[in-house]
Structures are given as structure tokens and as C-alpha cells.
């Protein structure tokens, strides 16, 4: 009973995608457990270099014969004057004094190219691809879909599903506010697309006909079956995945996911110039000051990587980015393959006591 | 299978309580209407005078003989000094003269005296008192227990859940960030206080051993047993009756739920200086240009009630408070009774599809 139109289109055995978390989580490993227990693993491909990228999906086609995906973000144009990067890298530079670093590094790119990514993904003929942060250009979609590749849009509201469906997409997953990492938004600003995913599925259930993946807040079992109720096709998980073993969070970013409660997050834009949900720091704090308006992705993202490996390098939780979701007390340290199992399991056992028991 | 902690609790037949919307929302015709047709309604008396909650109790009483709640404001500490009420009184006198109203009236009271309000609860005997906003002193709820009047509070996070069952209620509603209306949260800021339903829902129930009610973008059968998935006993719907025949909504104000969409609303402390989701009004933009800090509750409540008032009478949407959920597009005209019967059945659809076709 856990069989749906999405489980059919992309020829897995469960509805649970995990989230593309970008920035070196997802491990050929992580994928691969996921795809191998009977879900979706997704390589987070924002970040990567095409030929990094390359050798990840290699080495996932070599852990598992199951389908996976791969998640990149959709170029997003960017205007930021050299005045801009100037005053931020000076309110930078303080913080970089805190953790013994030198000024701003010279930078030559401030993002990879979409395109040479892209071309990866359909060079190895990877079975899903995924993206967010808008749509690819219209040939990239039909690309895609000649070489039999699922397509899946993410939107934060009904007119981005909508506009999603509308380009092509296979299935669409449907953001919700409580998500952890970047807000997929394209369409108008994000403050006014931050939907409660129990608000956000079932409408968007109605104005689509593509399977919809719901995510936003999900965690366990009974997340899966109440996403189902909503008529959602799927659920992604992040947040569930972040603290595994398999996971390529940094130790102190799964202690603090293990440790914190719904209330821990919040939307920022300090890390990388568009809005992402993640665990407070002082970083954030911080950032809160700077007089000026933070240079749009992918600048600002370019900005803070020094900053942020050094934190990583020095265990300094408090200047890494920690990404995720309001689920946060709910999170667990298990193998991906345990998440999925008893995501599972406890969505059976879920269903069950509803027909049968009083709650 | 529709039987649960909660129905039983209260002796209701179906798990969905109408929310105490304040306001002259809940009229007795809406609340019996609920109760009649076996939900649990509500009157939303936060701001109504004593006696005119007595009336209102006797009212509802006469149209059903099936159990009903009142809904209470706990009192919340408010200061505000002469100079802050003059400065946003000389703000506010720019909207009253673009309404044609004359400057401030005076004021000889800001709100209703809870221990009056309550003590007519505690008179009339109601069957179920829910509240928001705190927790009552120990003796209210003392008193409320030992006349058999089951007592519900309002959570936004675990921690507040956790300090209501402390203080002896039996059940508790947990308020997702889609819900429309004022924000109950009372221990920490309402920015550290939004979780989304879908997040927020299993961890109020794992922390706390009363039933939990879910709120917040609830609006049909499907988010129904969503949050029976969740492990809530019940849901609680607002929006969802906005329109009906039977709310006491302004005809515009029902017209705009009727015809907005899910990212209508957004959070504002403007027309009653406590947070509340409501549909964006030039009222709300105006406000955003206040120099100065906007008064707590319920001085700010009391300081914009005659333009609220005037905007109803003009027939001027835009300077009334619209108060609803980010489940907009679901919202229907129908009765009351058609709402819970609708609300019931797509529910009982939904468990059926889920545990026999693929979706």
C-alpha cells in the first residue's frame, strides 16, 4: 500500500526521496544506502564541480544498481556592484580577524556553470534529476526527458507548481516552511511563500496533475502517512537523513542536529545571499548588523565559503552553516537504510491503528 | 474510526473543534450549528463584555443541547506609556482622517476583565473552556476542573505544551504556523514560535500524555487524517468556517477568504499589537511605516478599534482586521453542518484510498 504513481514513475520501492542537501552531505554513500534501502538517494549537486560531480555519480552507479538522483540549482541572475562585495567583505573581515583568517580572498567565480553541470547529469544518464531555485531553460527540459530521465521542480507555492508543470516537470516537490535549507522560491519574494506544508500539499494537490512529493517538517512514519492523507504522491526528507552515519555533515553540524528543538531555526539569508532555514548561530547574529543589503546568491555564497571552512577546520559550529528543518527533535543517529525502514514501518503501523484504534 | 481520546473526552461525535475566532465571528447560530452537527464550536469570546458572554452562552444553549466551548484571552501584562499611546494615536489619526473619522476617542478601558469573563464561564457551566494567549492562575483552573468543565489550552511549541499539561489541562490545541488569527505562543518570542503543523504536531504528542489537538492549515478530510497520521486526537479549524452562512464575518470579509490564495497572509502585530496571520491589507502596509515600537495587547486592540469598526460600517475591507489561515484556497461557502459533514466523509475517503489504491 505504500505503492504510488511516483514509486511507479521512478521504479523505487518506497515513497522517500532524500532532499539534495548540497555542500558535501550527501556522500556517494548516503545516496547510495537510501537507494539501496528502497528510496531515492540524491546526490546534492549544487555546489559541485562538473567533474567532481562526475565522479560522484560514478561512484554511486558503482554502490548501487537502484535508481538516484541528482539535484543541482537553476542559474539565478545577480546583480551586486563591486561597492557591494566591497562593504561586505570588510564587515566580513571582522569575522574573519574572530577566527585568525586573513581579508577576503581573490575570487575568480562565484558559482559553478549550470550548464557544464547539466551536461553531466545527462552524459551519465543519471535516472532522476532534480532542481530548484526556478526553472531550466526550456531545452535542457527536452533534453532531459529524450534520454528518458525523470525531471522533478521544487515549489514553495501553487502558481510555482503550476508554473513547473507547465515547463515539463515529471512530479513537483512541494515545499513546505518548515523545511531546513534553501527556500526553492522563484516566483515572489519568500516571505511570502513560506507555507506550512500541511497548508501547502493538499492545495497544491489540487492545481496539478504530476505526482506531488511533499516536504517540509517530515521526519518519521507518521509524516509519510500524513503526507499520503494529503494526497501527496512521496514525502523528501533532509533533516531525518543529516545525523546518519553515512551523512557528510560535519560531526559538530549531527551534534547539534541531535541536540536541538523545533524552535532552533530560522530563515536567513546571511550565508549565501538567499533565504535558507537553519540552526541559530553566531554568524547569523552577527550578520544581523551589517548595515548594508546582502549581496544576492551565489555572491554572498562565494563571500562566506572562507568563513565557513575555517569554522569547519576549527569545530567553530557557530560559523558553519548548519541547515535544516523544524523537525529537529525528532532527529536520530541510524544508518540511512534504518531511516528508511522504519519510516516505513512506522507509517504501516501508523495506518493501522488509524482504521483499527482509538487515538 | 473516527472515535478518539478527544471525542470521548468532551462527548462530541466528530474530532473537530471550531475555533474561538474573537470578533463577533462565532455567533451562537455558527457555534450550535458546529455542535449540532457533531463537531465542537466555540464561542470566541476574547473580547466580549460579561454580559454579553452570558447572552451569548444562553443563546448557543437554547439552539443545542450538544457540548460547546468559550474561548478566553488569558490576561497577558502589557506596558505602555502615556507618550507611546499619544505618538501611535497621532499615527493612527492620518488613517482616521483618510476614513473621515475625528482623532482618537477616549478610552476608559483596554480590554475585558478576565476574572469577570471567566466567572461567567465558571456561572453558566460550560461544557469545555479553551483559552490562549497563557495559562490561568492555578485557582481558575481549580475552580474549572471541579465544576467538570474540561479545560483546553493553546501551544506553539513543545515547551509550551509541556507547561499546559503541568497546570492540569486536558487537552491541548497545538497551533501550527498556518493557523490564521492571533498567535497563542506565551514563553518565548513569536519569530522563535512558528512550526509549521506538519513539524510541530508529533513532537507536541510525544512530549505531553493529553490529548493534542492539531491547527493551523487544517481545512479538509485530508488534513483531517493527516493529523490523525501526526498522532492528534482532533482537529481544530478556523478558516474552514470564515465564510459559512453562519460566521458573523463582515460580507467583504468572508468575499476576500473566499478569493484569496495561500500566500494571502502574513504574521502583523499591527491592529492589536499582539502577532496575528491575517490577509495583507493597506492597513498592515501602512503600519509598517510606524516610526515607533507598535503598543502591546491589548492597547493597540483598543487604539485601532474604532477605524476597524468604521472600515466595517464603509464597507472598506482594507482597514479591517481579515484574519485567516494559509489555507486559503480551500476555503468554501457552505453551511456549518455541511462543513463538518464534508469534512468527515473526504476523510473517511482519504484513509480508504490510502489503504487500498495508489495515489
Chains 1, 2 share one sequence.
Not at 551536461?119 to 532531459?144: N, Y
Request: net charge neutral; proline share 5%.
Amino acid at each position: 500500500m505504500l505503492q504510488t504513481r511516483f514509486t511507479e514513475l521512478v521504479q523505487i520501492r518506497y515513497p522517500i526521496v532524500q532532499a539534495g542537501m548540497a555542500g558535501g552531505i550527501t556522500t556517494p554513500e548516503l545516496v547510495a544506502a537510501v537507494s539501496n534501502a528502497g528510496g531515492l538517494g540524491t546526490i546534492g549537486a549544487g555546489y559541485m564541480a562538473p567533474d567532481d560531480l562526475r565522479t560522484a555519480i560514478r561512484q554511486v552507479k558503482r554502490l548501487t544498481n537502484c535508481p538516484f538522483a541528482v539535484n543541482l540549482f537553476v542559474e539565478t541572475e545577480t546583480v551586486a556592484s563591486d561597492d557591494e562585495i566591497a562593504q561586505m567583505n570588510r564587515y566580513l573581515d571582522q569575522i574573519r580577524a574572530h577566527l585568525g583568517l586573513g581579508p577576503s580572498p581573490k575570487l575568480d567565480q562565484y558559482t559553478q556553470s549550470f550548464a557544464d553541470q547539466i551536461q553531466v547529469v545527462l552524459d551519465e544518464c543519471v535516472p532522476v534529476f532534480s532542481f530548484t531555485f526556478g526553472i531550466p531553460p526550456r531545452d535542457v527540459i527536452a533534453q532531459l526527458k529524450q534520454r528518458g530521465i525523470v525531471v522533478i521542480g521544487t515549489a514553495t507555492t501553487v502558481n510555482e507548481a503550476i508554473e513547473l508543470e507547465a515547463a515539463g516537470v515529471d512530479a513537483v516537490v512541494a515545499q513546505g516552511s518548515e523545511a531546513g535549507g534553501h527556500r526553492g522560491t522563484f516566483l515572489s519574494d519568500v516571505s511570502r511563500s513560506l507555507i506550512g506544508t500541511m497548508a501547502l500539499v493538499p492545495q497544491v494537490v489540487d492545481h496539478v496533475s504530476v505526482p506531488v512529493i511533499a516536504s517540509g517538517g517530515i521526519m518519521d512514519g507518521r509524516g509519510l502517512i500524513a503526507c499520503f492523507a494529503l494526497g501527496a504522491s512521496a514525502v523528501q526528507m533532509g533533516t531525518a537523513f543529516l545525523a546518519c552515519p553515512e551523512s557528510g555533515a560535519h560531526a559538530l553540524y549531527k551534534q547539534r542536529v541531535l541536540n536541538s528543538t523545533e524552535d532552533a531555526t530560522e530563515i536567513t539569508w546571511a550565508y549565501s545571499g538567499k533565504a535558507a532555514r537553519g540552526i541559530r548561530t553566531q554568524f547569523m547574529e552577527r550578520m544581523k548588523g551589517y548595515p548594508g543589503n546582502i549581496p544576492p546568491y551565489p555572491v554572498q555564497n562565494a563571500l562566506t565559503q572562507d568563513i565557513r571552512r575555517a569554522a569547519a577546520k576549527q569545530n567553530n559550529p557557530e560559523y558553519m552553516s548548519l541547515w535544516a528543518g523544524q523537525g529537529l527533535r525528532l532527529a536520530t543517529r541510524r544508518s540511512a537504510a534504518a531511516v528508511i525502514r522504519d519510516t516505513v514501518e512506522q507509517g504501516l503501523v501508523a495506518l493501522h491503528q488509524m482504521t483499527s484504534f482509538k487515538r
